[in-house]
C-alpha cells in the first residue's frame, strides 16, 4: 500500500540503524522523547529500541491521549450513564479507563447504565437524532487531532437545534503538555530527567503545523523533528535528531513532509477556535493541573455543553497506589519498574491508564516488548 509499504522496508530500517550506530557518539546519551502515545506504540511494535545503539535512549511521552485522562473526568461520564441515565457515548478505548470505586465505563455498563462505543463524534449526533427522548452526551477526549471533529457535530447540533445532544470536552493541547515537562522539577532542578529532544507527533501536527514547536528550540534549546508513524519514519527522526544535538543545533525539522506544513490546518484551526476557548486550567494524569493546556466550549455553543447542562463538578482523585502511569508519562519511569507490570496489571485486566489504550507505554511493552519474549520463553520452559 502507498505511504505504507515503503515506510517499513527492513533493508531501509537496516541501513537507517547503521547510520544511527554510525553517527551517534558512543561517548554520550541521547535521551530522546517521543511525545506521542503512536510513536511508543511504533518503538514496540516494529522493534525499533532494539535497533538503535545503546547511546541513544527513548522516552515516552505524554501523548497518549486515554492515558492522561485523570479518574475525576471518567467519574463524570460514569455519574452521566450511572445517575442522569443519559446515553454516554464515547471511543470504544476510554470504556476501559480505570475510575474510583473500582469501575470503569464498561462496569457501568454492566450495572445498567446505557452506555455506547462511538467511532466518531458524528456516530454520537446520529444516536441523538436517533433517540428524541434521550438525552445523548458525548465524552470526548483526545489532543488536537481529534478537536475538530467534535467541533463540527456541536456546530452541526446547533444548526439541527437538537435539544437533546451535548458534549463533555476532554480535548487537550500537545505545546502546553510539552511545556510542563520541559518546567517540570525533574528537568529543571532534580536533573533526574534528561532531555535532549524530541520527535513531534504526526497527527496532531497535521493540525497545528510545525511552527508551535520553534518556541522550544528557540527558548529551550530542544531540537524537535516532527515524524510520521511508520518505523522508518521514526528511525530517520532519530537520525535527524542525532545530526542536529552532534551539530549543537535545536531546530524544528519536519520528516513527515508528505503530511505536515508549517502553518497546518488553517480551515481545522478556525473552526476549533469558533467552538472552543482555552480553560484556565486542566487536570492531566501526571502531569497534574496545567495551565491553559485543555479546552472547553464557549459561551455561543454553551447549550451543548454537558458540563453547564447537568452542573458537573470534576473532583480530582488519586490514582491506585501502585500505579506508576503518572512518573510513565512524565518520563521519569518505564513500564517494567512498576512491580505490577504483567501481573496484577494486564491488557485485560488494567490497573492503570496506560495499559488500556494501544498507544499507551504499559499496553505497548506487555503486547511488544522484551516482557513477551520473557514470558513466552518461561511458559515454553
Ligand atoms: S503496569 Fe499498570 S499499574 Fe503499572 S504503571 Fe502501567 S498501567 Fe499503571
Not at 532494539?50 to 460514569?78: E, F, K
Not at 435539544?163 to 522539577?185: D, Q
Request: a neutral charge.
Amino acid at each position: 500500500m502507498k505511504y505504507i509499504d515503503e515506510f517499513r522496508d527492513g533493508a531501509l530500517a537496516r541501513n537507517l540503524a547503521t547510520a544511527i550506530a554510525a553517527e551517534a557518539d558512543p561517548g554520550r546519551t541521547y535521551h530522546l522523547m517521543e511525545f506521542c502515545g503512536g510513536h511508543t506504540h511504533a518503538i514496540s511494535r516494529y522493534g525499533i529500541a532494539d535497533l538503535l545503539p545503546t547511546s541513544v535512549r527513548m522516552i515516552h511521552g505524554p501523548g497518549c491521549p486515554v492515558c492522561v485522562l485523570p479518574i475525576g473526568r471518567v467519574d463524570l461520564a460514569i455519574e452521566l450513564a450511572l445517575k442522569q441515565r443519559v446515553i454516554l457515548a464515547t471511543y470504544g478505548d476510554c470504556l476501559r479507563v480505570p475510575a474510583s470505586n473500582g469501575l470503569s465505563l464498561l462496569k457501568a455498563k454492566a450495572r445498567g447504565g446505557d452506555v455506547r462505543m462511538v467511532y466518531s463524534p458524528a456516530d454520537a449526533l446520529k444516536l441523538a437524532q436517533a433517540h428524541p427522548d434521550r438525552e445523548v452526551v458525548f465524552f470526548a477526549i483526545g489532543f488536537e487531532t481529534t478537536t475538530p471533529p467534535t467541533a463540527l457535530v456541536i456546530k452541526e447540533a446547533a444548526r439541527l437545534a437538537l435539544a437533546n445532544f451535548s458534549v463533555v470536552c476532554n480535548h487537550v493541547l500537545t505545546p502546553a503538555a510539552i511545556t510542563n515537562i520541559l518546567e517540570s522539577p525533574e528537568v529543571r532542578q532534580l536533573g533526574t530527567l534528561a532531555l535532549d529532544g524530541f520527535i513531534g507527533p504526526a497527527h496532531v501536527s497535521t493540525i497545528i503545523g510545525s511552527q508551535p514547536y520553534e518556541f522550544f528550540a528557540e527558548e529551550y534549546r530542544k531540537p524537535v523533528v516532527i515524524a510520521g508513524f511508520e518505523p522508518l519514519d521514526v528511525m530517520q527522526a532519530i537520525l535527524m535528531l542525532v545530526r542536529q544535538i552532534n551539530q549543537g543545533r535545536a531546530e524544528v525539522e519536519n520528516e513527515f513532509t508528505r503530511a505536515v506544513t508549517r502553518e497546518g490546518s488553517v480551515k481545522a484551526q478556525a473552526l476549533v477556535s469558533e467552538v472552543f476557548e482555552l480553560r484556565r486550567s486542566f487536570e492531566w494524569r501526571g502531569l497534574g493541573e496545567v495551565p491553559y493546556s485543555a479546552l472547553r466550549i464557549r459561551q455561543p455553543f454553551a447549550a451543548f455543553d454537558a458540563e453547564r447542562r447537568f452542573n458537573l463538578e470534576t473532583r480530582s482523585v488519586a490514582d491506585n497506589k501502585a500505579c506508576e502511569c503518572g512518573a510513565i508519562l512524565r518520563g521519569v519511569r518505564h513500564p517494567r519498574d512498576c512491580k505490577v507490570f504483567g501481573t496484577l496489571c494486564t491488557p485485560e485486566s488494567p490497573i492503570g491508564s496506560c495499559m488500556v489504550s494501544s498507544e499507551g507505554a504499559c499496553a505497548a511493552h506487555y503486547s511488544f516488548g522484551r516482557f513477551r519474549e520473557i514470558a513466552v520463553v518461561v511458559a515454553v520452559a
